[in-house]
């Protein structure tokens, strides 16, 4: 609450002193209304989104500015009689803070920067993956199907920017503010192998609880992060380091009396979010070749090594245990235009774990609770291509799973005017129930929608 009325008082300073200095806000106002279909039947609504964004700057001086976005959206399809009508309420909208997308003050003065407030931070770009963008939590309520900067959850934070020679930079981020990962919950659109289940029925006596301890706000204990990042003979690289926390379920139970004794003593199930310390140490590269027969050829690559990363461990479907591993994960990719402006995209992905096996059981994969192995793998394939002076875009992304499963999206948008743009597209999904994509085989789906500007 504090922290929001922070984020008002900022809004008030900077539409007082536009009162008077209006040449120095700028407003923009969006209002988007998006609608999903059931791919296999087209009369059954999975999306009836609507938001409205307002986004601003201030210039309180060259050096000093503001800015800030706000969006408000509700999904009115848990609203509609059908088989969402039983879904969380609290995925409908972006209840608590999270309307408040960004607000941030700039201050500039070379060769330092320093950004204060609610804001994101992108270090990795993996189409399809998040390897190296681990700053910001995801709102994985669509599946991570929205565009990347709509589905990370801004944080508040301190980042501080120093530019000691020309093409190099050192970022540091302090970050008191601990948001986990906000993901769908049962009855849901998109809601993951591990959560797809109804709450437990329990006898009266019984009480089932789900505890979130999340670390206190403050400067206590922040996480924090450092960047290098440089341009040495024409290879652009990164060095990273983050310490941050990952989500670690614990489940406690108090021991059942058999036979109940009459009355029966009342006991407890109870769910705790725990979130475990974890360090990612991570680099990347992009090179763009420029003579030759490779010419016009973008090579580009990230890792990450994380230490104490979380699992949970047992059987398929059945998580008995808890386990954290040291990780290596990295993405190379290759971008290249074709036929002048036919842009194709390809990457491969590959995710190390130390072992598959502990004493509690098999690693499970966090989302699915399906057994993994030591090295799993994937790939992508993008290809994006604009007509009509760019008016009208075109891309399709498909991501290839390790165990059969894949997802393709393709994507059309059209500008019709200045203030008026329209889109539609599909996200179909194929595998096996226990994987990443094929979980969602039976939510494949085809939307459309539309985005005006005033």
């Known amino acids: 609450m504090r922290k929001v009325s922070f984020a008002l008082v900022l809004l008030t300073l900077a539409f007082s002193a536009a009162a008077l200095e209006k040449d120095k806000l700028t407003l923009s106002t969006y209002f988007n209304a998006e609608f999903g279909f059931h791919l296999n039947e087209p009369d059954q609504l999975m999306k009836k989104y609507t938001s409205l964004q307002l986004k601003g700057t201030f210039d309180f001086t060259r050096e000093v500015s503001l800015y800030f976005n706000l969006k408000k959206y509700y999904d009115f399809v848990y609203d509609v009689a059908g088989q969402y009508k039983n879904g969380s309420a609290k995925t409908a909208t972006n209840a608590g803070n999270l309307w408040l997308r960004e607000i941030f003050l700039d201050y500039q003065h ?18 399809g993956v998040r390897l190296l963008d681990c700053i910001n939590p995801a709102d994985n309520r669509y599946a991570n199907l929205d565009d990347a900067a709509e589905y990370r959850i801004p944080l508040w934070m301190l980042r501080f920017e120093f530019t000691p020679i020309t093409d190099g930079n050192l970022q540091f981020l302090l970050i008191p503010d601990h948001e986990p990962n906000f993901n769908a919950g049962y009855g849901d659109v998109f809601v993951y192998r591990v959560a797809n289940r109804p709450p437990p029925v329990l006898p009266p006596w019984v009480t089932y609880q789900i505890v979130d301890n999340l670390p206190a706000d403050g400067f206590d204990d922040p996480d924090f992060a450092v960047r290098w990042q440089q341009v040495l003979n024409g290879w652009e690289y990164s060095l990273n380091y983050k310490y941050g926390r990952e989500f670690y379920p614990s489940v406690t139970v108090r021991q059942i009396p058999f036979p109940p004794p009459t009355p029966p003593t009342p006991w407890t199930l109870q769910l705790t979010r725990n979130y ?63 036929f002048t402006d036919l842009l194709a995209s390809v990457q491969f992905i590959q995710y190390i774990n130390q072992d598959d096996q502990v004493a509690s059981g098999h690693l499970l994969h966090p989302a699915t609770l399906a057994p993994i192995n030591k090295v799993e793998n994937m790939a992508t394939v993008k290809l994006s291509k604009d007509f009509l002076n760019e008016r009208l875009k075109s891309e ?32 179909y999904f194929a595998g096996r129930a226990n994987t990443l994509f094929g979980e969602f085989e039976k939510s494949s789906m085809i939307y459309t929608g539309a985005t005006l500007a005033f």
């Open 276 to 338: 475990q310390r974890t360090q990612v140490i991570g680099a990347s590269f992009t090179k763009a070749i420029n003579t030759g027969r490779l010419s016009g050829l973008t090579i580009r690559g990230e890792c990450t090594y994380t230490l104490d990363k979380p699992y949970p461990t047992g059987a398929d479907g059945n998580a008995t245990g808890n386990t954290t591993q040291n990780t290596f994960a990295y993405v190379l990719g290759l971008d290249k235009y074709l």
């Open 396 to 427: 399709v992304l498909a991501v290839f799973g390790g165990n059969g499963d894949w997802r393709v999206s393709p994507r059309v948008s059209y500008e019709v005017n200045d203030r008026l743009t329209i889109y539609g597209g599909l996200h």
């Open 110 to 127: 070379q060769p330092f920067f320093l950004r204060a407030g609610r804001q994101q931070v992108v270090w990795g770009t993996a189409d």
